[in-house]
């Protein structure tokens, strides 16, 4: 997401774009120099920034409910009577 991130920041350039994979995704540094020739457009640009907010939001959201449901977990769980 970080590579997305910077492309929507304007950076253009496939060697610092490249640069800023993370993990195995660092072992196919050429190739992926290769795929990030090219341009975007604009609306392209403006379309990944909503898409990649979108992400962000559900990304909240998920966390959000996963608390939620750790929390009514752990509640059921104290009142269950053993008898």
Do not use: Y
Not at 38 to 43: A, L, Q, Y
Not at 48 to 75: C, F, P, V, Y
């Amino acid at each position: 997401m970080t590579i997305l991130k910077a492309i929507v920041s304007g950076e253009t350039d496939p060697v610092v774009l490249s640069e800023l994979a993370e993990g195995r995704a660092r072992d196919k540094i050429p190739e992926m120099q290769k795929s990030l020739q090219g341009r975007i457009s604009e609306h392209q640009q403006k379309m990944l920034k909503h898409q990649l907010g979108h992400i962000e939001s559900l990304t909240a959201l998920i966390m959000d409910l996963d608390a939620d449901i750790k929390k009514n977990r752990i509640h059921k769980l104290g009142n269950r009577s053993f008898g």
